[in-house]
């Protein structure tokens, strides 16, 4: 079956610009997160999501980041005013259930955000 | 804080057994050892988990040992496809907030040489 897809798979927009992410689940997963990575390092959390609510956001940097799953299937993660440290690998990932032992998180190939 | 530790890079002759070890020695018992690694320009992937017991699946088997404090991820047979970061992750059963927050180190690039 289909897994985890991510659009778009290169953004390159400029500094102050607003930008959109999208992530695409595997179909029935209810859980839904989101990852950063930069170059060099491993994939660090953002935010995640049960169902249509973020069940936990501590993860974003700063307000500058948003992120939406209003039918608890599709999410968004939105970047306003972007900077140039916000350039890195935008992961997404979803699990069959919640979080937690034996839910294994499977993860889309990432979408490389570049700020000029 | 860093709960696990790994070697930066590993080389592996195309295939013998690749072993990448872990240390986790402030590991406590609730605590899962988990492996995901990460093929260049693709995301993370899951290979295997494991509490106390030795495991083995169809991707490689992890042996954890006895006082918990280490693991060792064992591909054995390794082949060019294995090539990737290998990333040994330690996660609580706990139920709540930040258990399921997947905490990624550096990991160990794994290089299988033909």
């Known amino acids: 079956g289909a897994g985890v897809s991510q659009t778009p798979s290169n953004k390159v927009t400029e500094k102050g610009k607003y930008v959109e992410l999208r992530c695409d689940p595997i179909?029935?997963?209810?859980?839904l997160y989101w990852y950063r990575q930069s170059l060099g390092q491993g994939p660090e959390f953002l935010i995640y999501f049960q169902g249509t609510g973020a069940a936990d956001d501590s993860g974003l940097p700063n307000d500058r980041f948003f992120a939406v799953r209003p039918e608890g299937s599709v999410s968004t993660l939105k970047i306003q005013r972007t900077e140039r440290g916000d350039s890195a690998v935008y992961l997404c990932a979803s699990s069959l259930r919640g979080p937690g032992i034996g839910n294994e998180q499977f993860f889309g190939p990432g979408t490389r955000l570049t700020v000029l | 804080d860093a709960k696990t530790t790994q070697p930066p890079s590993m080389d592996c002759a195309e295939g013998r057994a690749a072993n990448l070890p872990c240390n986790h020695s402030t590991i406590s018992g609730n605590e899962y050892v988990y492996w995901y690694r990460q093929i260049h320009s693709q995301g993370p992937q899951y290979i295997i988990h494991g509490l106390k017991n030795n495991e083995t699946n169809e991707m490689a088997s992890l042996i954890i040992t006895e006082d918990r404090k280490s693991s060792t991820l064992i591909l054995p047979h390794a082949t060019l496809r294995d090539t990737a970061v290998y990333y040994c992750i330690v996660l609580s059963s706990y139920s709540g907030a930040g258990s399921y927050q997947l905490t990624f180190g550096k990991g160990t690039k794994l290089s299988v040489i033909p």
């Open positions: 179909s029935g997963h209810t859980a």
